[in-house]
């Protein structure tokens, strides 16, 4: 049948290298040598005369080198990752040369389990040695040594090409400019490994098994069609499987009352794991699986953060909301671990009901996520700059009254001018990114924010910006303490459910804390209250009682009292009026507008009349706002 090719790479042909030759075989991790290996793999795009456009494509469990495009006009569909990959799509293939090769102990073409053994001329079988992600890593360099490529703009993978990205970036990070890793994991979970186990003992019960050496035309087809459907439960969300099947029956209005499939559900699993037959060899499903759960940087590494202590390459970590397999916290996990060992790291969880299974489909917010990533990716390459120019939101996040609020000059000019050049930042509710785009250009700092809107974290991303999504009321403790030099808190503490918690977590993982806050005791409020008996609107205070994120409603005296009660030496306070930056020094709770604080912990060794001020913060304060006023004089 004849293909729409719009938007494809079109026909394409598997090619197969041989990486490891028969007298010289690899030693495997499991300590026992294997040779030859010969390699499939397959290529997209044009490889730039530099050989710096190379990404690298590791396909999941049930995936292969044929991962975009067609092999024949009569193939019903592309390759698994086709909707990513080709011209003008996420992975752009007029711009990036794309590799994809099958994994070690594959089936499709790479040396596994049903390949002829030289030493007696038949399948390997279960003769063929146990392999580990990292023996399949160490298989896709030597193909990439062998096509003379040395450095990798991006290695992406998701799933057990999540681990294999992992692997890559812990192992070999001196190769590598980027990597994405998606709805993947540094290790499984006993849950995982117990799934994988049943889809096993599934195969290996299987009558026709025959310790492995089944004939190609009695293979143990049902074992493998078992522990197929077994994974692919776990691949899709609950919610997934209801609103795709429910309760439904397959063609009939009425119970059979036996044995057959008959829900809905249960012939879609019977179709997959039928078709997963047809396509796959058992003894490759055992020995992948089983790699999957040997896959452990903690215990090879001794931490997450000692595997990627080498790592320079820039890190983005996708994970999805309905994955259960994968759990966002898990990604988490991986992103904090890199941004603890001061990292570039990007981290999204993407709101998805299709389970693990979403970032194999057509996910618009993977798609931009993907693309800006890499575009980034490769013009810091090409030019060394740390940014690109300013991008229009990939989904057009709404701008809340808050984040224009937020975007005051007068309030972003102020903290830029409080940070030192080449500090380490952490800038909380970063939204758009506007100040660390600000505070790269004008000071060169090493910028981390983190963001609780989805869109905006895209946003972030596509600019070439670190940025992790997260709420920060859950927590900062993943970070170890004095990570940063700054850590920013603009316009935001007044939205917090538990500011006393977030802040003693801010002032023990950076060094100083910046923070800027409305107001609410400025005599614009004071009169609306007055006179209107309403609750005030102002610039700073755009919403209205209804739908105000803002919880708490300080004063610069509350906020002073606040830090004295908990032992936190104010270093600055700077009150603010409308539209001056110069700070007020006189009635500074009635005529300030905002307000930005520098705050730093007390040292043990603080001086006792020095701690004693804390108590007394006005005095101290004072003293600050008239050096303050006399410097501006």
């Known amino acids: 049948m004849e293909k729409d090719l719009n938007n494809s790479v079109g026909m394409v042909q598997t090619q ?85 090769s099958n994994v070690l102990g594959g089936c499709r073409g ?178 992948i699986t089983k790699a999957m759960d040997y896959f452990d940087l903690v215990r090879e590494y001794g931490s997450l953060q000692q595997a990627f202590q080498n790592t320079n390459s820039r890190c983005c970590i996708i994970s999805f909301s309905s994955d259960w397999l994968f759990p966002p916290e898990q990604s988490e996990e991986i992103a904090y671990a890199l941004a603890a060992e001061g990292k570039e790291v990007s981290y999204c969880s993407i709101f998805s009901s299709y389970g693990h299974d979403a970032f194999l489909l057509k996910e618009p917010e993977l798609a931009a996520v993907i693309s800006g990533f890499l575009q980034a990716a490769a013009e810091r390459a090409r030019t060394g700059s740390p940014l690109l120019p300013a991008v229009q939101p990939a989904h057009s996040p709404k701008t809340s009254p808050l984040e224009r609020a937020k975007r005051l000059r007068i309030d972003y000019d102020l903290i830029d001018s409080l940070i030192e050049p080449n500090s380490r930042v952490l800038d909380l509710g970063c939204g758009d990114g506007q100040l660390l785009v600000q505070l790269i250009q004008n000071k060169n700092i090493i910028a981390q924010g983190i963001e609780i809107d989805q869109n905006w974290v895209i946003h972030c991303i596509r600019r070439g910006l670190s940025v992790i999504h997260r709420d920060i009321e859950k927590g900062l403790e993943d970070y170890p303490p004095d990570s940063f030099d700054y850590a920013v808190l603009s316009q935001t503490i007044q939205t917090l459910k538990d500011p006393e918690k977030v802040l003693r977590q801010l002032l023990q993982i950076a060094k100083k804390v910046i923070i800027s806050f409305p107001n609410f005791a400025h005599w614009r409020c004071r009169l609306q209250l007055f006179f209107k008996g309403r609750a005030p609107q102002t610039p700073q205070l755009p919403y209205r009682w209804h739908n105000s994120p803002n919880i708490h409603f300080l004063s610069l005296k509350d906020f002073d009292h606040f830090c004295a009660e908990l032992g936190i030496q104010i270093e600055k306070r700077i009150p603010l009026q409308k539209h001056t930056a110069a700070p007020l020094g006189f009635w500074p709770n009635l005529l300030a507008s905002q307000a930005v604080y520098v705050l730093r912990k007390v040292q043990p060794n603080t001086p006792a009349d020095q701690t004693a001020n804390l108590n007394n913060p006005s005095k101290t304060l004072s003293n600050l706002i008239d050096e303050e006023s006399t410097a501006k004089r």
Not at 32 to 58: F, H, M
Not at 194 to 202: C, K
Not at 204 to 209: E, R
Not at 254 to 279: I, K
Request: proline share 6%; with cysteine.
């Open 110 to 287: 790479t040396t596994g389990p049903s390949s002829i053994n030289p030493a007696s001329g038949k399948p390997y079988g279960l003769q063929f040695p146990i392999i580990t992600i990292g023996d399949m890593v160490r298989v896709q360099k030597l193909l990439l040594e062998a096509l003379g490529i040395e450095q990798i703009l991006a290695v992406i993978g998701g799933s057990m090409g999540g681990m294999q990205v992992l692997q890559w970036a812990a192992a070999y990070p001196q190769h590598l400019h980027s990597v994405i890793c998606a709805a993947s994991s540094s290790r499984l979970t006993a849950q995982a490994i117990a799934f994988n186990a049943v889809g096993r003992h599934a195969i290996l019960a299987d009558p026709n098994f025959c310790d492995g050496q089944y004939s190609s035309r009695q293979p143990p087809d049902r074992g493998l069609a078992i522990a197929r459907m077994i994974g692919h439960i776990t691949y899709l969300s609950e919610q997934a499987m209801r609103d795709k099947f429910g309760r439904q029956l397959r063609k009939k209005d009425q119970y059979s009352y036996d044995f057959n499939s008959e829900f809905a559900v249960e012939t879609y699993l019977d179709y997959q794991g039928q078709t997963f037959t047809e396509q796959f060899d058992a003894n490759s499903y055992l020995y």
């Open 16 to 100: 197969f290298l041989r990486v490891v030759q028969a007298d010289s075989p690899l030693i495997l991790q499991c300590g026992k040598p294997l040779g030859p290996i010969d390699v499939a793999y397959e290529t997209y795009g044009t490889l730039s005369p530099n050989k710096d456009n190379v990404v690298l494509l590791c396909h999941p469990l049930s995936g292969d080198a044929h991962a975009a495009g067609y092999h024949s006009p009569d193939d019903r569909k592309p390759g698994w990752w086709d909707w990513m990959v080709g011209p003008g799509k996420p992975i752009d293939t007029t711009r990036y040369f794309v590799i994809c």
